[in-house]
Nanobody, 129 residues
Framework: QVQLVESGGGSVQAGGSLRLSCTAS???????WAWFRQVPGKERTLERE????????????DYTDSVKGRFTVSLDNAENTLYLQMNSLKPEDSAMYYC???????????????????WGHGTQVTVST
C-alpha cells in the first residue's frame, strides 16, 4: 500500500512563500506526481483543482495558468519526495493542498483528480491580506 504524507503548510501573508513536501513510502518509476488543492464548499475529491505535476522519469512539469511563474513543482527521486515551492502567494491560493501519484507510461500527466489512485491527506495553506 503506497502512502503519501504532505507537510509544510501554514499561514502566510500575501506575497510570501511556502514550500510543501510530499513523501512517498516507496520509490516510483514512470509515475506522474501532482499537486491539487481544494477549497471549502467543494468537498468531493473530484472537485479538487489541479495545480501542477511532474513526471518522475524525465522531470517534465506542467502548471495551471493561475500559478505559472509563481509555483514550482520538483522531485527528489532519491528521497521519494515531491515539492511545491509557492512564491508570491495570494489569498486565492488558500486551500487544502493534496499530493497525488499515478503510474503512467508517458509524460502526458493527468490533470483530473479522478485519474490518480494515490493521495496524501492534505496540508492547509492560508494566505492573508
Amino acid at each position: 500500500q503506497v502512502q503519501l504524507v504532505e507537510s509544510g503548510g501554514g499561514s502566510v501573508q500575501a506575497g510570501g512563500s511556502l514550500r510543501l513536501s510530499c513523501t512517498a513510502s516507496t520509490s516510483f518509476f514512470r509515475y506522474c506526481w501532482a499537486w491539487f488543492r481544494q477549497v471549502p464548499g467543494k468537498e468531493r475529491t473530484l472537485e479538487r483543482e489541479w495545480v501542477g505535476n511532474i513526471y518522475n522519469s524525465n522531470g517534465m512539469t506542467d502548471y495551471t495558468d493561475s500559478v505559472k511563474g509563481r509555483f514550482t513543482v520538483s522531485l527528489d527521486n532519491a528521497e521519494n519526495t515531491l515539492y511545491l515551492q509557492m512564491n508570491s502567494l495570494k489569498p486565492e491560493d488558500s486551500a487544502m493542498y493534496y499530493c497525488a501519484a499515478e503510474p503512467k507510461g508517458d509524460s502526458m500527466c493527468y490533470v483530473t483528480p479522478g485519474s490518480y489512485r494515490y493521495w496524501g491527506h492534505g496540508t492547509q495553506v492560508t494566505v492573508s491580506t
